[in-house]
């Protein structure tokens, strides 16, 4: 299998990486945790991931919108065409907790929508990369040069018997009851996985799971990588109140509740 990338995804790639050993090598000493205005955490190796990351993207001259750098008004915003989103530490009070369930979130979004996406787990030192264009793939850290080992990445039939959700740890089974319902009405078994950050992506572009329900905040940049590997793979991420597709560079950076969902269940669902 030959996988060829334009320039500027090789370089998020590599970029991406590069913070992940930066960050790894925070999290095994001892490192504290600050608080920003908003009240969330940060630590040196979100300012240290986000610094290696913005150096690297600056060179493809593409806006960048990140959780730890300045933004720019949305009147400036409105005007951009393409830009890039990127979290370059998700799951910092997962980091800060040394359960290992933390990410690198990159996406490149094209008129509002998620053209590419990015999501490396420094732990596992592996990734998920891939857009509606290009398809999305599985690869280790190592694997970078050696693009033909690289494992294509195909959505699964689904039986009916079984579904898997996938949850933040923090989530509930009755959150959003109405709104999944009509998804998993058809199974026999409905199983629950809890697992934090953007990881939850890796369980449905693997096909560990097929739901992904989000009745809590999130931002952009947790959201629009993973977005652009999961409808690579005939996924979808769907607002619950407009039943559309969350589009990114918005006014408002908040994402509206969610549900993302692999094509199987999303088409099972629609019988």
């Known amino acids: 299998m030959s996988v ?4 500027i995804y090789t370089v998020a790639i590599k970029a991406a990486i590069e913070a992940s050993v930066a960050i790894l090598k925070v999290y095994k000493q001892d490192f504290k945790a600050m ?4 009240g969330s955490a940060v630590t040196e190796a979100d300012l240290l991931s986000s610094e290696i990351i913005a150096k690297a993207l600056e060179t493809t001259n593409i806006p960048i919108l990140g959780e730890e750098l300045e933004k720019d008004a949305f009147s400036i915003r409105q005007h951009w065409t393409e830009n890039w989103c990127v979290d370059p530490l998700d799951g910092t009070k997962m980091f800060v907790r040394k359960n290992d369930e933390f990410c690198v979130n990159i996406a490149h979004v094209v008129g509002g929508n998620p053209a590419f996406g990015i999501i490396a787990a420094p732990v596992e030192q592996t990734l998920l990369v891939g857009g509606p ?6 690869f280790q850290f190592d694997q970078l040069s050696k693009p033909e080992e690289w494992k294509r990445l195909t959505s699964s039939p689904q039986s009916g018997q079984e579904v898997r959700i996938v949850g933040s740890r923090s989530y509930r089974e009755e959150c959003g009851r109405d709104h999944v319902s009509r998804y998993i009405k058809s199974y026999q078994t409905v199983e629950y996985l809890y697992r934090a ?3 939850k992506f890796f369980n449905l572009a693997l096909n560990e799971a097929q739901i992904y329900p989000r009745f809590a905040p999130t931002m952009e940049w947790d959201i629009a990588a993973g977005q652009a590997i999961l409808e690579a793979l005939g996924g979808r991420v769907i607002d619950v109140q407009t039943g559309t597709p969350l589009t990114y560079n918005k006014e408002s950076l908040y994402n509206p509740h969610f549900i993302a969902i692999t094509e199987a269940t999303w088409y099972f669902a629609e019988d």
């Open 35 to 38: 608080t920003k205005k908003d």
């Open 197 to 199: 950050s953007a990881l």
């Open 133 to 138: 264009l290009i398809g999305s793939y599985h």
């Open 4 to 7: 060829h990338l334009p320039e």
